[in-house]
């Protein structure tokens, strides 16, 4: 059968629609996943495309919001022409494209030949995951949930890490502290005060993401971040869920400290900015 592309601004659809094909790659596909769920639960205008072979998905692109680069599953080269082709001919403007380096890489260089412009890569990720935490010995203090008596402190360093990782201040950052609080899903290392973060993101299909990983630069070289990730990695796996977490392949600090303590590498992401 052809190959056919649809678009909607509704989350909910799309979810419903490949929901089968976002499950049958929970790794890969965790950040669409977790995304698509959050749109529906809280609205944020988005637009997706969906690329079917009769009954059976075989491609996603996720845009929102409206501003940010779009993020793609894995799918084959084929498909990739055909979805630059429906966005290309709808004249949206994307700003970037990231997911999966060889989808990623098709994607923007069909990108590039469409609209005749450059696309830059900025920035390579690995997707880890880990089976048996080792956790590290002697670093002092504990893991513990953040409360709102943590508040402050929190939205200045998800505002760090966000300037750190994306070179943008995070302008929703009292929201994200919020809502994770609130959800119990921002944890802290505390050595006589917090000393580091982490956050887990909802379990999707079984596997849950570790993010927002940040130690202000006073707090950094004691091993806290490690002892932080470790410890919620290993509830996440107590708990009977898979866990991953995705890091930047421009920081080679982070990326040991992971390997140290069990977790191994699963896929390769490239993200391209559109000029």
């Known amino acids: 059968m052809a190959i056919e592309v649809s678009f909607s601004d509704n989350a909910g ?118 089976d048996k935490v080792d956790e590290p010995i002697g670093i002092k203090g504990h893991l513990r949930k953040a409360v709102r008596e943590d508040r402050e402190r929190l939205i200045d360093w998800v505002r760090h890490f966000y300037a750190d990782t994306t070179g943008v201040q995070e302008s929703s950052a009292e929201d994200i502290v919020d809502r994770r609080v609130s959800a119990g899903r921002l944890w802290l290392w505390d050595n006589a005060g917090p000393v580091s973060i982490a956050s887990l993101t909802p379990s999707m299909e079984g596997v849950v993401r570790v993010q927002l990983v940040y130690t202000p630069p006073e707090n950094r070289g004691k091993g806290y971040a490690s002892a932080c990730v470790a410890g919620l990695s290993k509830q996440v796996l107590d708990a009977g869920h898979r866990c991953i977490l995705y890091t930047d392949l421009g920081n080679p600090i982070s990326n040991s400290v992971y390997r140290r303590i069990g977790y191994y590498v699963v896929a390769e992401g490239i993200h391209y900015r559109f000029e």
């Open 13 to 130: 659809w799309i979810l419903n629609k490949a929901k089968v094909f976002l499950r049958s790659k929970p790794v890969h596909n965790n950040v669409i996943l977790t995304l698509l769920h959050a749109r529906v639960e809280r609205f944020t205008p988005g637009r997706y495309w969906v690329a079917t072979d009769g009954n059976a998905v075989v491609g996603v692109v996720f845009q929102s919001p409206l501003n940010l680069r779009a993020i793609v599953t894995p799918m084959e080269p084929s498909i990739v022409r055909l979805i630059v082709d429906a966005i290309s001919d709808a004249k949206v403007k994307l700003p970037g494209v990231g997911g999966d380096a060889t989808t990623a890489a098709h994607f923007a260089g069909q990108w590039a030949e469409r609209q005749k412009s450059a696309v830059v890569p900025f920035m390579g990720q690995r997707i880890y995951e880990v």
